[in-house]
């Protein structure tokens, strides 16, 4: 095999970064002489198209060198491959798209196939020429086009003949790296990789694997036996099936069966079959979204789904978002995102103290989807906070500001004036009244407050542990007068 690297000594003598001031003519004039030189040129020669053009013509691995714009360029491509096919390793994707350019550069090397688009991989001319040069070419073709049995070995069958046949001539001309007997070698080789991919080889694998359904050819994929043991292994393996038996009701239901979200792969015929569709809720309530808009709005089917993923409740009709029990069964899901099905649900439900409330008692942070009067309403909030004392964080900021409000949640749990306004955190009486409810509001008193030492003082009076929550200075002048608290 020639090497493709160029001979820098060589290269040198002809342009070098010592040179490279001569200017065009002197860029011309190297590349003339070894094509390589453009490695060497400034960039602003390398996209000029006369000079890339003679580059490519005495020697066409420089086109690697040449600029983006001119590795698009047809003619200077063309010029290249047709001299060796490996070049078009540094042409742009659009040309490696260009049948005639990939068909030209096969021709002169095999190993070209490999930088030829997908699409041009699946060319069965193209790659048939390609293993003209040498059979191992077809390491390069797509996959699809080497699960065609039949093609592949007639494929086969006329590359080893037309070798048979070649004059001596034609075989230098090609310089093949194999003789005969290491072509037909070659050739078993592949064949048993052929047989590999037969049925009872896929069939062992997905029963295995489901998903290895994916790596099947299209005629497996469309096989019933197999598609329905992939499918029993890995619901999610439908995605691979043929539209044939995506829409086939025994594979689709075994695929539910497994995995409920399948139902996304389903058949819309499918996506409406309501059996199919109660299987597919009852493993994942999620797969309501790829139901048909008739089942989501079936309340049988749409309670199922809830009561397995609450947040299941988005997908159901405006309908059934209005239905009562069905919201009731949502929200008492805990699992899902931020806030729950609450989010969801209609706002006649937001507004519903019993709805809301058992929202909060799954996840509290459902609170942020309350209706605006339920935020404002101190009777619902203190039952709110008998599930979970940080409720407060939801309530509106009228509430958060309810001196009566929160001298009735401090009987509760005194923790929760950590959200009460700062201007009840700073209010003198307010603090002092609560405070004889339980000492522990002093931790959330302001910051003015806790440096404040008449506060202290009068505070003291009730309580004299409530130094404990004075500012550190005060801390310290207060130990020193304990005298203050005789």
């Given at each position: 095999m020639t090497s493709s690297k160029p001979n820098q000594r060589d290269t040198t003598k002809t342009l070098n970064p010592g040179t490279v001031c001569e200017g065009r003519d002197a860029v011309l004039a190297a590349v003339k002489k070894d094509g390589i030189a453009l490695h060497y040129a400034p960039a602003l020669f390398k996209n000029d198209r006369e000079i890339v053009l003679e580059a490519v013509k005495n020697n066409s691995y420089a086109l690697a060198?040449?600029?983006?714009?001119?590795?698009?360029?047809?003619?200077?491509?063309?010029e290249a491959v047709s001299r060796k096919g490996k070049a078009l390793s540094h042409a742009s994707a659009r040309l490696k798209n260009d049948r005639e350019i990939v068909l030209i550069a096969?021709?002169?090397?095999d190993e070209a196939l490999q930088y030829a688009s997908e699409r041009l991989k699946n060319d069965r001319a193209i790659v048939l020429e390609a293993m003209k040069q040498d059979v191992a070419a077809l390491e390069y073709a797509s996959d699809d086009l080497k699960s065609e049995r039949s093609w592949f070995l007639n494929a086969l069958k006329q590359e080893v003949l037309s070798h048979?046949?070649?004059s001596d001539d034609l075989k230098d001309e090609r310089n093949r790296s194999l003789n005969a007997l290491k072509q037909r070698a070659l050739a078993d080789e592949y064949a048993n990789g052929m047989l590999r991919r037969e049925r009872e080889t896929v069939l062992a694998?997905?029963?295995?694997?489901?998903?290895?359904?994916?790596?099947?050819?299209?005629?497996?994929?469309?096989?019933?036996?197999?598609?329905?043991?992939?499918?029993?292994?890995?619901?999610?393996?439908?995605?691979?099936?043929?539209?044939?038996l995506q829409d086939d009701r025994g594979v689709v239901l075994m695929a539910v069966m497994d995995c409920g979200q399948a139902l996304q792969h389903?058949?819309?015929?499918?996506?409406?079959?309501?059996?199919?569709?109660?299987?597919?809720?009852?493993?994942?309530?999620?797969a309501l979204q790829y139901a048909s808009e008739r089942l989501k709005d079936d309340s049988r089917l749409v309670l199922m789904a809830v009561a397995d993923c609450g947040e299941a409740l988005q997908y159901a009709s405006r309908r059934l978002k209005k239905d009562r029990e069905i919201v009731l069964e949502a929200v008492k899901d805990c699992g899902g995102t931020f806030g729950?099905?609450?989010?969801y649900a209609s706002a006649e439900f937001r507004n519903d103290p019993e709805v809301v409330l058992e929202a909060a008692k799954q996840d509290v942070t459902a609170l942020e989807y309350a209706g605006d009067s339920l935020k404002s309403d101190a009777e619902f909030f203190l039952e709110a906070?008998?599930?979970?004392?940080?409720?407060?964080?939801?309530?509106?900021?009228?509430?958060?500001?309810?001196?009566?409000?929160?001298?009735?949640?401090?009987?509760?749990?005194?923790?929760?004036?950590?959200?009460?306004?700062?201007?009840?955190?700073n209010d003198r009486n307010f603090l002092l009244d609560a405070m004889k409810l339980d000492v522990l509001v002093l931790a959330h008193a302001s910051t003015k407050l806790k440096s404040d030492r008449d506060f202290f003082l009068e505070a003291a009076k009730y309580d004299p542990e409530t130094l404990e929550y004075a500012s550190a200075a005060l801390k310290s002048d207060l130990k020193k007068r304990k005298s203050d608290f005789a």
């Open positions: 060198d040449a600029s983006k714009t001119l590795k698009d360029d047809r003619e200077i491509v063309l096969v021709k002169q090397r048979d046949c070649a694998a997905v029963r295995v694997r489901g998903e290895k359904l994916g790596d099947a050819s299209e005629r497996l994929k469309d096989d019933s036996d197999i598609v329905l043991e992939a499918v029993e292994s890995c619901g999610e393996a439908l995605q691979y099936a043929s539209e044939r389903a058949s819309e015929r499918l996506k409406d079959d309501r059996d199919i569709v109660l299987e597919a809720v009852g493993d994942c309530g999620r729950g099905a609450l989010r906070v008998k599930q979970d004392v940080w409720a407060i964080e939801y309530a509106s900021d009228t509430l958060k500001n309810d001196r009566i409000f929160f001298l009735r949640v401090v009987e509760q749990d005194a923790r929760g004036l950590a959200y009460a306004s700062a201007m009840l955190k």
